[in-house]
């Protein structure tokens, strides 16, 4: 499985930004789909992920009611909505997959290039 990400990009404190990941292969839907974070000197932090079906969804606490995540199958998307951002939100963003999934790396077997999110203040 190969994951590209897409849509981050230079924003001001309290705007959105909305980050997408397009996957290849043909058993994306089996996959927990994920985000993780990497701010410059941090460790890398999860973010958020979403079921196979898409029916369970969890949230890091420190974005939970800001952030959305969402998955379309049929297009092999996973969509990561960040509202409200704050300049604490400012890191390089990686979508992940996995049949594991979890709230730790260790349970993703593949990840993308990394999108840069860069909030002002």
């Known amino acids: 499985v190969q994951l590209q990400a897409s849509g981050g990009g230079l924003v001001q404190a309290g705007d959105s930004l909305r980050l997408s990941c397009a996957a290849s292969g043909r058993t994306f839907s089996t996959y927990v789909m994920g985000w993780f974070r990497q701010a410059p000197g941090k460790e890398r932090e999860f973010v958020g992920a979403i079921s196979g079906s898409g029916r369970y969804i969890y949230y890091a606490d420190s974005v939970r009611g800001r952030f959305t995540i969402s998955r379309d199958n049929n297009k092999n998307m996973v969509n990561l909505q960040m509202n409200s951002l704050k300049p604490e939100d400012t890191a390089l963003y990686y979508c992940?997959?996995?049949?594991?999934?979890?709230?730790?790396?260790?349970?993703?077997?593949?990840w993308g290039q990394g999108t840069e999110v860069t909030v002002s203040s």
């Open positions: 992940v997959g996995g049949t594991k999934g979890g709230r730790h790396y260790t349970g993703y077997d593949y």
